[in-house]
């Protein structure tokens, strides 16, 4: 590799192109097979994207611009949310096949299994989620309050996807046009369920536990009581 780039963004895809033909050669060093990549469409090129919606998703972006961003992620047929909902309940459904009670004592693929359908459960109650959250959005205020505010909330976006690295190119905007039923679709998500508690005024950052967020969920999707999870010491990162 060079030992000077002219720009960081050159800097971090030598780097990475560099950790791949390591990792390409220690595990397969005899192999001919050249070294394939697989390069995302930029933000640009792709607004309807995750990555464009992310990069169209600005501080400055309207109400309605986010509320729609909401939908287009949250769309009962092409949104991203659904189809990764979809893509863990095959996960867990190709494990269910594989399930086998004969050890009473030791079954790893069925706590495999209960774990991708609590992910599952959790992945709708997001959906659900989003769906008010839409709503709230639409109704917050076009301009920014006071900076003073903000500090008592915390800041939820890690921002390491590659578009923070290399720069994110503009992304074009999108069509402002709404659907005939999306108003009357967002009018009746609006109405909260009988007996639902009115949020507090003030909003407190809590830290959840994720084993207790687990637990519950799998005994919503479990025909079978879980054990807790057994800690293991990390073998690789994600």
Same mark, same amino acid.
């Given at each position: 590799?060079?030992? !000077? !780039?002219?720009?960081?963004? =050159?800097?971090?895809?030598? $780097?990475?192109?560099?950790?791949?033909? &390591? *990792?390409?050669?220690?595990?397969?060093? #005899?192999?001919?097979?050249?070294?394939?990549?697989?390069?995302?469409?930029?933000?640009?090129?792709?607004? !309807?994207? /995750?990555?464009?919606?992310?990069?169209?998703?600005?501080?400055?972006?309207?109400?309605? =611009?986010?509320?729609?961003?909401? =939908?287009?992620?949250?769309?009962?047929?092409?949104?991203?949310?659904?189809? &990764?909902?979809?893509? /863990?309940?095959?996960?867990?459904?190709?494990?269910?096949?594989?399930?086998?009670?004969?050890?009473?004592?030791?079954?790893?693929?069925?706590?495999?299994?209960?774990?991708? *359908? *609590?992910? !599952?459960?959790?992945?709708?109650?997001?959906?659900?989620?989003?769906?008010? $959250?839409?709503?709230?959005?639409?109704?917050?205020?076009?301009?920014?309050?006071?900076?003073?505010?903000? =500090?008592?909330?915390? /800041?939820?976006?890690?921002?390491?996807?590659?578009?923070?690295?290399?720069?994110? #190119?503009?992304? *074009?905007?999108?069509?402002?046009?709404?659907?005939?039923?999306?108003?009357?679709?967002?009018? $009746?998500?609006?109405?909260?369920?009988?007996?639902?508690?009115?949020?507090?005024? #003030? &909003?407190?950052?809590?830290?959840?536990? #994720?084993?207790?967020?687990?637990?519950?969920?799998?005994?919503?999707?479990?025909? /079978?009581?879980?054990?807790?999870?057994?800690?293991?010491?990390?073998?690789?990162?994600?």
């Amino acid at each position: 590799m060079p030992e !000077y !780039y002219s720009s960081i963004g =050159e800097a971090v895809g030598a $780097a990475m192109q560099h950790n791949i033909r &390591l *990792a390409h050669r220690n595990v397969a060093p #005899s192999s001919d097979t050249p070294l394939q990549v697989r390069h995302l469409p930029s933000a640009s090129a792709d607004p !309807y994207s /995750v990555r464009g919606m992310i990069a169209r998703l600005t501080e400055d972006a309207t109400p309605d =611009e986010v509320a729609g961003i909401l =939908e287009e992620v949250n769309g009962a047929l092409v949104g991203a949310l659904p189809q &990764l909902t979809e893509l /863990v309940a095959a996960a867990a459904d190709w494990t269910r096949v594989r399930l086998s009670f004969e050890d009473p004592h030791r079954n790893p693929t069925f706590e495999t299994w209960t774990r991708l *359908a *609590a992910a !599952y459960g959790m992945l709708q109650d997001v959906r659900e989620q989003l769906e008010v $959250a839409e709503d709230g959005v639409a109704a917050c205020p076009a301009e920014r309050t006071d900076p003073r505010y903000h =500090e008592r909330v915390n /800041v939820l976006r890690a921002r390491g996807l590659l578009d923070d690295v290399f720069g994110a #190119s503009p992304v *074009a905007a999108a069509p402002s046009a709404q659907d005939p039923d999306t108003d009357r679709q967002r009018a $009746a998500r609006a109405s909260p369920p009988p007996g639902t508690a009115e949020a507090p005024a #003030s &909003l407190v950052v809590h830290s959840v536990d #994720s084993e207790a967020r687990w637990q519950a969920a799998a005994r919503q999707v479990s025909p /079978v009581a879980p054990a807790p999870p057994v800690a293991r010491p990390a073998t690789h990162q994600r």
